[in-house]
Nanobody, 125 residues
Framework: QVQVVESGGGLVKAGGSLRLSCAAS????????MAWFRQAPGKEREFVAS????????NYAEHVRGRFTISRDNAKNTAYLQMDSLKPEDTAVYYC??????????????????WGQGTQVTVSS
């Protein structure tokens, strides 16, 4: 079992920045692929970014590439999502997901077995 806890959401104006954190425990953190997904009201959950356990390879959804940065600190058992140049359309509940059987290149939610409770990000215009 892996426990996942997100933090760092909030309200920010368009063009601003937020950093989300995701702490995972219950398994060797360095063996986990970590990912962020988001879900806006009335929409399906969508992939945002992921980072692999081996060499920290990253993958981004097209709509956030160049604005968001995913990273990890294995010593702190924590992954991060730095979000810059935020837009109102980035408003959603952001979820952290982890698994040791998923490649960083995989963008589907179904492959991840361990999820956090979500953190709200609201971007005002």
């Amino acid at each position: 079992q892996v426990q996942v806890v997100e933090s760092g959401g909030g309200l920010v104006k368009a063009g601003g920045s937020l950093r989300l954190s995701c702490a995972a425990s219950g398994r060797t953190f360095s063996s986990l692929t970590m990912a962020w997904f988001r879900q806006a009201p009335g929409k399906e959950r969508e992939f945002v970014a992921s980072i692999g356990w081996n060499d920290g390879e990253t993958n981004y959804a097209e709509h956030v590439r160049g604005r968001f940065t995913i990273s990890r600190d294995n010593a702190k058992n924590t992954a991060y999502l730095q979000m810059d140049s935020l837009k109102p359309e980035d408003t959603a509940v952001y979820y952290c997901a982890s698994d040791w059987t998923v490649s960083y290149s995989y963008t589907g939610a179904r492959g991840y077995d361990y999820w956090g409770q979500g953190t709200q990000v609201t971007v005002s215009s």
